[in-house]
């Protein structure tokens, strides 16, 4: 069964503030904790990276990924990681798989977009409700709370493609 409790929402960070707060996760201590979930909504480039406010690009896999992994109270629980960001056209898609930048089978990475391909955030985004991507993932881990992450990716999957 799926209980999130948010313990911490940023916004508007720089690239350099979501580094020192990943910096600050691979050192929290999470031994009450039974996963950590990220979440992100941003503009992004080629090759995994993502946007700060600033304009700059950071790394989802060493900035994000690595720095959820490194910290020694998270082994063993999962590490879910919702990313909502551009890349080069209006397809959205949703895929969730095991990084492939650790060998950890505790890490599930969930990105609205293919690789190297680009949505456009503003089009699917509600200033009062938020993203599409993240609002129905959200839903249905609520209502599918019994059941694995990997059912959660299958009709997640299902939603968009049926949009197309």
Known sequence: MYRCDVHDINQNYTANGVRE???SIATQNFTDHSCL???IVSHGG???TIMGSDGS???LGDDIVKQCTSNPTLNGKPKIIVVQACRTNATTAT???????IDDCDVAVFKSSYHNEICDISS???PRQGDTFM???LRLLHATN????IHVNTLLAGEFYERK
């Open 46 to 48: 080629m090759n995994d």
């Open 95 to 101: 895929v969730a798989r095991k990084s492939p930048l």
């Open 37 to 39: 979930m990220v979440f």
């Open 135 to 137: 609002q129905t993932f």
């Open 146 to 149: 019994q059941q694995s992450i």
């Open 21 to 23: 707060k990943m910096e």
């Open 124 to 126: 699917d985004s509600d």
């Open 57 to 59: 690009l950071y790394s």
